[in-house]
């Protein structure tokens, strides 16, 4: 079946840090990837996506290639800020079907 | 425009006991979700409706769980009885759906039930 394996977590850095998170997608064919950010108490907001290879995704300084010789979707940003603590969810799917991974926590401290 | 609404926020119920949610989602939106979400994990699929259809429950537990859209607005979904491992957050979507032969398929999520059984 289709799995997603992101960096596990907590992550922690200081703020203006780069940031990188691993996500790899194994899946039949090539399906859309995506990342979900969730906030303390809120529910998951859709971060970026690309629906094929070599697509950019990209959002609120964040960036994510879709690598479709790794199936890779790895999420960076150049300087974090305190405001990007959250969960961070990598997610690939076709049509209406999501397969999540676990979540990475990322802690930003001033 | 308001969001995917979710009721109630918290719940704690002892085993054996039934619970329901109840989830209203975007204006319009013709699909709707139901996910289950355990701590330290994604969230995983319990059922998919296209309107009132349910077109998709080949993961949601169908001694204990039940969902119902009728209208193919909000939906309830409900658990009895309770069991301790269903401690979780049950998280509802919706997405756009086909329209004119095109599908919106972004999923909007709410801030989920958290549930607690004792």
């Known amino acids: 079946g289709n799995s997603v394996t992101q960096m596990e977590g907590p992550v922690t850095l200081s703020e203006e840090a780069f940031l990188t998170i691993n996500c790899t997608y194994t899946?039949?064919?090539?399906?859309?990837l995506f990342w979900y950010v969730q906030y303390p108490g809120e529910g998951l907001q859709l971060l970026l996506k690309a629906t094929k290879a070599d697509d950019k995704g990209s959002n609120k300084g964040f960036e994510a290639t879709y690598r479709k010789e790794t199936t890779s979707f790895h999420l960076e940003k150049g300087s974090v800020q305190v405001s990007d603590s959250a969960v961070y969810f990598c997610a690939g799917g076709s049509n209406y079907k999501l397969t999540f991974g676990k979540g990475t926590l990322l802690t930003v401290n001033p | 425009e308001a969001g995917v609404v979710q009721s109630p926020r918290y719940k704690i119920i002892e085993k054996k006991q039934p619970v329901a949610f109840w989830c209203n989602p975007i204006s319009g939106h013709n699909t709707l979700y139901w996910y289950l979400q355990n701590l330290g994990q994604g969230p995983e699929l319990l059922i998919r409706?296209?309107?009132?259809?349910?077109?998709?429950d080949s993961q949601l537990p169908k001694d204990r769980f039940s969902a119902e859209r009728l209208k193919g607005v909000d939906s309830t979904l409900k658990i009895q009885p309770a069991e301790l491992g269903d401690s979780a957050v049950y998280l509802c979507?919706?997405?756009?759906?086909?329209?004119?032969?095109?599908?919106?398929?972004?999923?909007?999520f709410g801030p989920g039930t958290r549930l607690t059984v004792l």
């Open positions: 899946a039949t064919g090539y399906p859309s």
């Open positions: 979507a919706s997405s756009f759906g086909l329209h004119g032969g095109v599908s919106y398929n972004e999923q909007f």
């Open positions: 409706y296209e309107n009132e259809e349910a077109v998709d």
